[in-house]
């Protein structure tokens, strides 16, 4: 019953100190792993679903979808 909102604008905080981009992944049960970006984070999935808080905007994803994408979003 956790709050994933708490969750997403914490790692919002953290990413905005430490320059990286954010991403909250989690899973619950006996459902695949989802993966939250801002929306303003761009790849080639077709398949997500969007979300706001306010006047934040967020794209989610399946992880296994995600980490089919190519290598330089992942590495500087």
């Known amino acids: ?3 994933f909102w708490k969750f ?3 790692c919002q905080k953290d990413s905005d100190l430490s320059k990286k981009v954010p991403m909250v992944i989690f899973k619950q049960d006996r459902q695949k792993t989802l993966v939250i970006v801002p929306s303003y984070i ?3 999935i077709k398949k997500y679903i969007e979300i706001h ?3 934040n905007s967020y794209k989610v994803y399946y992880l296994d979808d995600l980490l089919k ?6 590495f500087d």
């Open 53 to 55: 808080k306010e006047e």
């Open 69 to 74: 994408e190519e290598d330089y979003h992942w």
């Open 42 to 44: 761009t790849y080639s």
């Open 1 to 3: 019953r956790s709050d």
């Open 8 to 10: 997403i604008l914490q």
